[in-house]
């Protein structure tokens, strides 16, 4: 939590706007807490099946309510210029995977950053670089994805590129 935190922050202090899922609790809630509270600027974008269940985060600079979950990642895909996946659960795998293959298939350019908090996605990336090995991907891992330990690595990447 503390890491989703510093990350928010940080990007905040950087003049980068969040946008994400819109839930309130959890990593990403951590991430938006600490970006309003270093004066950021977070939309959040949220299909209205799940507004109870993911308990929408209710100091949002910008709330989107979509009907469903394929608008919810389109928005978000489409309001981004890049991806930080946090350690999470099978709708974070869902979104790193739709993003890494409209990557890969050239249907956006977005930069993928994986926070490897505490090793989290160890298992995963040895996974991908197994699937790169074995010849299954069009290119390199390290072509569509940078992997970080830190929110500090994660904002490094982020400010080599917009400049």
């Known amino acids: 939590m503390a ?56 100091s949002l600079s910008e709330l989107i309510v979509t009907r469903d979950m394929h608008e919810r990642k389109r928005t978000i895909y489409e309001r981004c210029d890049a991806a930080i996946i946090l350690p999470g659960g099978f709708g974070t795998l869902d979104e790193l995977f739709e993003m890494l293959t409209w990557n890969q298939l050239s249907i956006h350019d977005k930069r993928i950053f994986i926070l490897n908090t505490e090793g989290f996605y ?36 982020l400010a080599r590129i917009r400049n």
């Open 3 to 58: 890491s989703a935190r510093s990350l928010g922050e940080g990007l905040a202090i950087a003049g980068i706007d969040i946008v994400y899922g819109g839930g309130g609790k959890g990593l990403m809630g951590a991430v938006a807490d600490g970006h309003l509270a270093a004066g950021g600027r977070v939309t959040g974008v949220i299909p209205a099946i799940l507004r109870d269940r993911e308990h929408q985060h209710q």
């Open 122 to 157: 160890d298992h995963l990336i040895a996974h991908l670089r197994h699937m790169e090995e074995q010849e299954f991907l069009y290119d390199r891992v390290t072509d569509r994805i940078c992997v970080c330990a830190t929110p500090a690595q994660v904002l490094a990447e």
